[in-house]
């Protein structure tokens, strides 16, 4: 069987070591993840990495 999924970059291990893409279960939580969302966002050249673990994230924001 062959796999689809590229290896991913050391640049986006480390966005996802820095902090871990996790279900949100409080208030807290969301507040981190919002404001990861936010120092990523002031960040003027995204990367694709930047891009899709943004969309990660805002996935968990919006379940």
Same mark, same amino acid.
């Given at each position: ?7 991913? &970059?050391?640049?986006? %291990?480390?966005? %996802? /070591? /820095?902090?871990?893409?996790?279900? %949100?279960?409080?208030?807290?939580? !969301? %507040? ?6 936010? &120092? ?16 990660? !994230? ?6």
């Amino acid at each position: 069987m062959t796999s689809c999924l590229k290896t991913p &970059s050391s640049y986006y %291990i480390e966005l %996802i /070591t /820095t902090f871990p893409p996790r279900p %949100i279960t409080n208030e807290a939580e !969301l %507040i981190a993840t919002k404001n990861r969302i936010n &120092s990523i966002l002031d960040n003027r050249n995204l990367t694709q990495n930047d891009r899709d673990y943004l969309k990660v !994230l805002g996935t968990l924001v919006y379940d």
